[in-house]
Nanobody
Framework: QVQLVESGGGLVQAGGSLRLSCAAS????????MGWFRQAPGKEREFVAA????????RYADSVKGRFTISRDNANNTSYLQMNSLKPEDTAVYYC????????????????WGQGTQVTVSS
């Protein structure tokens, strides 16, 4: 079992930045691929970014490429999502998730989820 707790969400103006954190506890954090997903009101949850267990591989949704950066600190069991140049359309609840095995994008393959943190970007 892995427990995930997100933090760092909030209200920010368009063009601003936020850094989300995902603190993990339980089984060895370094074994897991970590992902970030988001869900806006009335929309389905979507993939944002993911990072491999070693940190050597990353994937991003086209909508966030060049603006968001995912990273991890295995020594401190934490994953991060640095979000720059935020837009109103980035407004959503952001979720951290963890999985074992290959693949990074498919929501259904993630086994563990945090409770989510709200990000609101005002225009």
């Amino acid at each position: 079992q892995v427990q995930l707790v997100e933090s760092g969400g909030g209200l920010v103006q368009a063009g601003g930045s936020l850094r989300l954190s995902c603190a993990a506890s339980g089984r060895p954090f370094s074994s897991y691929t970590m992902g970030w997903f988001r869900q806006a009101p009335g929309k389905e949850r979507e993939f944002v970014a993911a990072i491999s267990w070693s940190g050597g591989g990353t994937r991003y949704a086209d909508s966030v490429k060049g603006r968001f950066t995912i990273s991890r600190d295995n020594a401190n069991n934490t994953s991060y999502l640095q979000m720059n140049s935020l837009k109103p359309e980035d407004t959503a609840v952001y979720y951290c998730a963890a999985k074992l095995g290959s693949g990074m994008v498919a929501i259904a393959t993630y086994n563990y989820w945090g409770q989510g943190t709200q990000v609101t970007v005002s225009s």
